[in-house]
């Protein structure tokens, strides 16, 4: 539900002008995406996405998300080609805000998710990992161990009234993932996001993968983990394990999961579902009354993180 | 700001189906208009606007402004054409919603307005006055005098905890208003809500005119008399008269203006300064924390309201 800032005129007009994109013909700001502002520009060259960086992304990390954006679609992955004006400049200033102008996507992301999504998913997901291999840049991911830690610190004194009981929740599967968490697993460049509203289908056929400004680098199943979560539990927040498994599956038959992969995905899925648990708690505690923004519930993760915590071994995701 | 409503993918492609607009490409939910939920519609046959009516649009004026804009658009108005379905039907039910699909206009509606603007804005108001003649259906409008006397009621009581002295102006503003408001003056179709955001340009042309939402069967220059403060005042509060002309002399030009409208433009133009005040300040008062609209000032509405209360004679708006 994202417009926060609007661009005059004429700075939009000068910006195609850069770029040489023809003419302005329709500007729509659009409902995609929760931290930027997004406009939909047709041109009379094409039709073409205008990011607006607000407040909670850092300009500094700007660079590396356009920069993998750049190297995944040069490498044939379905997401946002990043446009260059005529001296080849990505980051643009527009209303005062760091911007950037993509390519548009075809699809829709499914309000339903269906067990063929999840196949497809999986799939994408082991191939963005795959073609990230050789990107050269890294940016470390501030919502892992060490964030979750911070986060945990800022909200904890408000958890208890928000659901008694969850500060103690919280505080013991922090220290749980403390003394678990895995080190030597493979790592490189996670989308950290790959929610629903981020992947376009045309038909049962995956066509884009959207959002990156939450992309960093840290372990690959761990961002197979956050899939687990946001793609694989039903609206009444029970864990279908045939999406699961497809999830899986069409993951390592792109990308072959090791055994410790494996092993380490229950705790993995716990740590993704403390991460959406601390940062949805921390937006219901700090999100100011008026704020355009539709919160959302905490509590969804904590049920799927008490899902993981009773999971004896990734059977259970439907793993043979 | 409007995205309100979820359609489901079925209900989507079901709808199109019935249209025959081919496949669906891309779905957005757009931030235009405040009232309704819309999405841009992209099929393998065109683009279309999809507005799925919320709950401050009653039900049984949809016939009313779906039949304008077909009816307009007929004219060769630059207004939406109201797409049917096989069976010839407009109105549809979309996730619970009354719906509408109608074409997409290309065009930028003015963030900055420029004199330019103002003289185009008065040719197409005269244009929509004269091609609304022989349109059949009637709606009374519910935010003229009537409606005022209402809103008044409703409001009163909080308004100077909002601005001290303001229950008092709206009072006596009201009173003065129900005394000397015009009755014989020529009646016909009204936009009534001609503001900037409703208005496409492409380049120095004007090239679309959308939300009939509010249309009605009122007084055709206290239609002008919307625009006169929708469209001439500085973003300072002061009155562009360079800007009044225009808009004046472009309207006259396609449908002259009587001796009778001319002398009662002070009047309209403080009903209707009244009218943009009491529904602001109605929303300001009743608007729920956390709801997803940009609140707008009723005091900017006050002080337009003040403006036309010094105004002698037309002829302070440019008016020879």
């Known amino acids: 539900m994202a417009v926060y800032t609007e661009v005059p005129d004429e700075e939009l007009e000068a910006l195609l002008e850069r770029y040489g ?62 446009l260059h004006d005529r001296d080849g400049k990505a980051l643009q200033t527009l209303a005062g805000r760091p911007a950037a102008l993509i390519s548009f996507l075809d699809g829709i992301w499914p309000k339903k998710i269906k067990t063929f999504h999840c196949g497809e998913v999986g799939k994408a997901l082991a191939g963005l990992h795959l073609a990230g291999q050789d990107f050269s840049m890294t940016r470390k991911n ?36 403390q ?13 950290a996001d790959l929610f629903q509203d981020n992947v376009f289908f045309l038909g049962e056929k995956l066509s884009g993968i959207i959002d990156f400004y939450f992309a960093c680098t840290d372990l ?24 699961a498994r497809l999830l899986l599956n069409g993951y390592a038959g792109v990308r072959p999961i090791s055994r410790a992969e494996v092993a380490a995905l229950p705790t993995l899925a716990r740590g993704s579902a403390l991460r959406f648990l601390l940062t949805r708690l921390y937006d219901w505690i700090n999100c100011p009354p008026g ?3 539709v919160k959302k519930d905490p509590l969804e ?8 915590q009773g999971v004896g071994s990734a059977a259970a995701y439907g793993l043979a």
């Open 21 to 82: 994109l023809g003419t302005l013909v329709s500007a729509k700001g659009i409902a995609e995406g929760v931290e930027n502002s997004n406009y939909l520009l047709r041109t009379t060259e094409g039709t073409y996405i205008l990011t607006l960086y607000e407040k909670r992304v850092d300009p500094k990390d700007l660079p590396f998300f356009l920069g993998l954006m750049d190297h995944l679609a040069a490498k044939g992955l379905p997401c946002p080609k990043v």
């Open 142 to 177: 501030s919502l892992s161990l060490d964030g979750w830690d911070t986060l945990v610190k800022s909200c904890r004194d408000h958890a208890d009234s928000v659901e008694p009981g969850l500060k103690s929740l919280i505080e013991d599967e922090l220290a749980h993932l």
């Open 179 to 191: 003394s678990v968490w895995p080190k030597d697993l493979p790592i490189g460049v996670c989308h």
């Open 220 to 243: 690959l199943s761990y961002d197979l983990a956050i899939c687990l979560n946001a793609w694989c539990f039903e609206r009444d927040r029970s864990f279908n394990v045939t999406k």
């Open 291 to 293: 704020a355009m923004v």
């Open 301 to 308: 993760y904590r049920d799927y993180l008490r899902f993981h």
